[in-house]
């Protein structure tokens, strides 16, 4: 059984509650939802943490609070911190959210530590063996995210590429990543690109998602039961992560992702009882 290696961003997420999202030029009053750990990365990290993988966690933050707290957090979970490194001069990572009545977001992150470029992550990355799947997402420095994914793809390792929130890559990473994860926004990007994967999975949201001949219907869940969709596509991404790396073929990867996706939005934050 092999791990996962999730390189990522950790933010701290804010969260304000909004009956309606505000449109240019409007000022609306909100209430306060929280402070939570968030950050793609920190989220996919907990979420293959959850479905049972060993998970070590490639990251930057902060020399502050908000850092340590998260890494006590990670550690609390069970996930291996030893790779992630501290900035002497970057705050950790912040996202500002704002979540409307019909459990809606809209995102706004300030990178902080997460966007320094770490040669330390690549070597971790080249790291890895032939039964580990390396688990990327665009939130930290692109620069890193390619030379790591190169270096685990020539130690044997699986890459999953979550281009989240899109970014245009080098043609040869999107090429050696199995899968390429999009959802339908990211997926038009995709397409007006030049850039061709080899393993193209989409997810579109309650509907289900499809990796190439393979796919899943959306599971169903009840107004009443809805928190919202804050970290539902990296609960997906976690568990599509730990899943392959205990050998599990497509169609089982997908329903197991898909599971998690459908279980995330019944809590409030993009992790269950992520409040820092």
């Known amino acids: 059984m092999g791990r996962v290696a999730v390189l990522g961003s950790l933010n ?13 030029g409007e000022t609306l009053l909100g209430e306060a939802g929280g402070t939570y750990a968030g950050g793609k990365g920190g989220n996919q990290a907990a979420a293959a943490a959850r479905a049972g993988a060993a998970v070590s966690m490639l990251a930057r933050v902060g020399d502050d609070g908000p850092g340590r707290a998260y890494l006590d957090r990670l550690a609390g979970l069970g996930i291996d ?6 900035s002497g001069s970057a705050p ?6 704002t979540v409307d009545e019909q459990g809606e977001n809209s995102i706004i992150v300030v990178a902080g530590a997460n966007g320094e470029c ?4 690549v070597e971790q990355a080249g790291g890895l063996g032939p039964d580990d799947v390396l688990l990327c997402s665009l939130e930290v420095d692109l620069a890193t995210v390619a030379d790591a994914a190169r270096a685990a793809h020539a130690a044997g390792a699986r890459v999953v590429l979550n281009l989240a929130p899109y970014a245009a890559l080098p043609p040869d990473v999107i090429a050696l990543a199995d899968p390429v994860v999009v959802n339908e926004s990211e997926m038009r990007d995709l397409a007006d690109s030049d850039l061709v994967p080899e393993s193209l999975l989409v997810t579109f949201g309650a509907a289900g998602a499809r990796w190439g001949m393979d796919g899943v219907d959306g599971i169903p869940v009840a107004k009443r039961d809805l928190g919202d969709t804050v970290g539902a596509g990296d609960a997906f991404c976690g568990a599509l992560a730990a899943a392959l790396a205990v050998g599990a ?18 809590w409030v934050g993009a992790q269950p009882d992520a409040a820092l």
């Open 118 to 121: 770490d040669r330390a992550l």
């Open 81 to 86: 911190t030893a790779a992630v490194s501290t």
């Open 249 to 266: 073929d497509r169609q089982a990867a997908l329903e197991a992702a898909n599971a998690a996706g459908a279980a995330a939005v019944r």
């Open 92 to 97: 950790t990572g912040t996202a500002f959210i």
């Open 12 to 24: 701290v997420d804010v969260v304000i509650l909004v009956e309606r999202h505000p449109v240019p």
